[in-house]
């Protein structure tokens, strides 16, 4: 594995794209090396294999996958590595993206996908970090550090909660 931690997110089409925006700056904020692919599972089936298949030589140590609708991304792109692949599901017009988190997170015994919330992109960098941490302090110190940061915001919230209870 590569000194610098990285990530690969791969889209089943360029219409994720904004959602995964969210993602790419996140990973970016951990300072994970990111690369960004559009490979579809049913219309490019041979560079989704071959990605995977090459992605622990070339030095990623997660990938993200994100498709909609019939969202095999993820789980064509587990078969072909051992490396952690975090399926992200797009929500779709057909079932409201039921039918891409079914996709995502139903694999066989043997090929798991880790797979966050239908549009979840934020938690799929998050996840991904958290992977990485294991073989990067710099990260896992961020990562404590934006627990700390929420855990404070949720303070402040409750502290202007209470206080604005206190008024009726």
């Known amino acids: 594995m590569s ?16 959602i995964l925006r969210k993602c790419i700056q996140v990973l970016k904020e951990f300072d994970i090396e990111t690369e960004v692919h559009v490979i579809s599972a049913h219309r490019t089936p041979h560079e989704a294999v071959e990605f995977a298949a090459n992605a622990e030589a070339n030095g990623f140590g997660v990938i993200i996958a994100a498709a909609g609708k019939a969202a095999h991304l993820a789980g064509v792109l587990a078969s072909c590595t051992v490396l952690p692949v975090i399926g992200l599901p797009i929500r779709s017009s057909t079932m409201d993206g039921l039918d891409s988190l079914l996709s995502t997170v139903q694999m066989p015994k043997g090929i798991p ?19 990485l941490s294991l073989c990067s302090e710099g990260i896992r110190g961020k990562l404590k550090e934006q627990r700390k940061q929420m855990a404070g915001q949720v303070r402040e919230k409750d502290r202007l909660i209470q206080e604005e209870a206190g008024k009726i």
């Open 113 to 131: 996908v880790a797979t966050v919330a239908i549009d979840g992109a934020e938690n799929a960098s998050i996840l991904a970090a958290q992977i």
């Open 3 to 18: 000194t610098v931690p990285r990530a690969a997110v791969i889209m089943g089409s360029d219409s994720d794209f904004p």
